[in-house]
């Protein structure tokens, strides 16, 4: 064999080994991608939404009880729209009256205006299939969409450069004075209205705000007894001790994935689950979350209900114990992701 022979199959030894150790390293990348994604839907998800550890606050006791469920989910849409902020606006724009009606023809205890209202704003908060301007409901739900969408439009206008200050407080203002009020102002219009309402609201805030996202479960009354209250008592322990996390595909004693903890939360009813959202979530009775009660499963799909990829455990009052993320870690908080394909689910033992 000559050189130029020995050399052209070195040449194409060394070829054939790198083409070898290529493949070898994408085979190892798509593994990692397999292994990695179930954990990484969750938090893109729920960091996408901003619905995740962060958006938890709950209420105090100034909420009106009757009220407290459609403020705490109609604070629980988008991040930074949150429920003592909603609850505060409440107090600005109504205080409370559900019959409130202004000069200008605004209505109810949210006063959009009719012609917002009929122009997409009003949506349908209790689910009775009608989306009214005078009930409570159906208006403080359809106040946490439209600041949730003034909140994105004030956003884009401060990427643009357009205005500048403190975004919730810019989407305040354009909730009263309208968004292109906003942005000609450069900021919060002065109109001799706008500019005393925005401060009221943010003042007011501290006076709606729960110290965590657990204070309304100290002074509700829905919670029951026996197997129901002790399980749910047996999460709240586990969300309020640091030492217990998130990790994909554990089951406990220490730490918890969602599904792994909605299953042991459920053995502790007497229930056997799966250890899967999805399996869990064609089990039971699907139910309306107007009737859900604590101890019922939520779960949440980012494809119309095909399948579903998070779920958690309700206590009441539009408030959940979910095990997020591996960085958010087991909480107690208010539901978040309403954006998306949520349904409640009840189970017994029978």
Not at 204 to 218: E, F, N, R
Request: with cysteine.
């Amino acid at each position: 064999m000559n050189d130029n022979a020995r050399g052209a199959l070195a040449l194409g030894a060394r070829f054939i080994s790198i083409k070898v150790w290529a493949i070898a390293g994408l085979v190892a990348f798509i593994a990692l991608i397999f292994l990695m994604a179930p954990a990484a839907l969750v938090a893109l998800t729920q960091t996408g939404t901003g619905m995740g550890a962060a958006a938890a606050t709950g209420v105090s006791d100034a909420v009106p009880a009757a009220y407290r469920d459609d403020v705490l989910k109609a604070g629980s849409i988008c991040e930074g729209i949150s429920p003592a902020l909603i609850a505060a606006q409440i107090a600005a724009e109504s205080n409370w009256n559900e019959s409130a009606g202004s000069q200008a023809g605004a209505q109810g205890i949210s006063q959009f205006m009719p012609a917002t209202w009929n122009g997409g704003a009003g949506m349908d908060g209790d689910g009775d299939g009608k989306a009214e301007i005078t009930n409570p409901h159906d208006a403080i739900y359809s106040q946490g969409h439209y600041m949730c969408a003034k909140l994105k439009e004030v956003d884009a206008l401060l990427s643009a450069q357009s205005v500048t200050g403190n975004r919730v407080e810019l989407a305040l203002a354009a909730y009263n004075a309208g968004t292109g009020a906003v942005e000609s102002a450069g900021g919060i219009p002065t109109n001799g209205e706008t500019e005393k309402y925005v401060p009221k609201i943010m003042n007011a805030i501290p006076t709606y705000q729960g110290t965590d996202g657990s204070l309304i479960l100290a002074s509700q009354s829905g919670i029951g007894s026996g197997e129901v209250a002790d399980a749910i008592a047996w999460a709240q322990s586990i969300a309020n001790d640091d030492s217990h996390g998130y990790v994909w595909g554990a089951e406990g004693p220490e730490h918890y994935d969602c599904s792994g903890f909605t299953m042991q939360f459920m053995a502790r009813r007497g229930i056997a689950l799966p250890h899967q959202a999805d399996s869990q979530a064609r089990m039971g009775l699907e139910i309306p979350e107007s009737q859900a009660k604590p101890g019922d499963l939520i779960f949440w799909s980012i494809n119309d209900g095909r399948s579903y990829y998070h779920t958690a455990i309700y206590i009441g009052n539009g408030q959940m114990i979910s095990a997020d993320s591996p960085s958010q870690g087991i909480n107690i908080e208010s539901i978040w992701g309403r954006d998306q394909h949520i349904i409640f689910r009840t189970y017994t033992n029978n």
